[in-house]
């Protein structure tokens, strides 16, 4: 009796166990029975100001930017499903769901560093291409990746976001080392709807990441010839970086390209 007690509850635990993990693997593995395109994500600079124009030096607020680049990691996109929107559900009340465990998820989860402006000229790079759900995109959120692999001698090494230019002549560096958390909106409330091959691009706004900030207050404290405005900056930059630090989020926008 005691021995069909233990059969009983052993076989009742192994039921249990077996249910749960496919309920887990159902809810991990739901948005694999939807329709799905091909989808790219890129990333970009964009100001408003009519001194910054693709193939021209960026200048925002007196800073001349000629290189930006930011790591990227964890990149997961939020989007309505094409089946709720065709319910006639209103895109504000729909639950959003997330593209895992997709072949676009997969690959936009790898590290890598982006060069959005190079030599003054402003870039598109590439972030990851796959096959993702069709719906409407209202939401990406990445992780600022620090690089800490390669030549110490490499501008990114040690830093998640680096930009380099000129503040009234006077050679300039701005970076991050946190490996925080972004939550990027689409640009407008409908988001970017994927129905076919379908390319988006991450754009980092300076106008909405310099708002604010006032580089004719940006100093060069220790004398060496160069504004340095960094985290522990010894040039004495920090609530300039503060401002940019959180003003970040707000100004990284999605789009479609």
Not at 156 to 163: G, I, P, Q, V
Not at 202 to 207: E, G, I, P, T
């Amino acid at each position: 009796m005691k021995n069909s007690i233990k059969h009983f509850q052993k076989l009742a635990f192994v039921l249990a166990f077996g249910f749960l993990a496919l309920s887990c693997s159902k809810d991990d593995d739901s948005n694999l029975d939807e329709p799905q395109s091909n989808v790219a994500l890129s990333a970009t600079a964009e100001s408003s100001s009519p001194d910054a124009r693709m193939n021209e030096r960026v200048i925002v607020n007196g800073f001349a930017a000629s290189q930006f680049a930011v790591g990227t990691k964890d990149v997961e996109m939020r989007y309505a499903a094409k089946a709720d929107l065709l319910a006639g559900i209103s895109i504000g009340n729909i639950t959003l769901r997330t593209n895992l465990n997709t072949a676009f998820h997969n690959e936009a989860s790898k590290s890598r560093n982006v060069i959005l402006i190079n030599d003054g000229n402003v870039r598109v790079s590439a972030i990851a291409e796959g096959r993702s759900p069709q719906g409407n995109y209202t939401e990406v959120n990445f992780r600022l990746f620090k690089k800490t692999e390669g030549s110490a001698n490499d501008p990114m090494y040690d830093k998640s976001l680096w930009m380099a230019g000129e503040i009234d002549g006077k050679v300039t560096t701005i970076w991050l080392t946190a490996e925080k958390m972004i939550k990027a909106r689409s640009e407008n409330a409908a988001g970017v709807e994927v129905d076919g091959d379908t390319e988006m691009v991450l754009a980092f706004d300076m106008d909405k990441l310099f708002a604010g900030v006032d580089f004719n207050t940006a100093i060069d404290a220790n004398g060496d010839g160069r504004i340095d405005i960094g985290p522990n900056s010894a040039d004495g930059n920090a609530a300039i970086l503060t401002r940019i630090e959180s003003n970040l989020e707000s100004a990284v926008v999605l789009k479609k390209k």
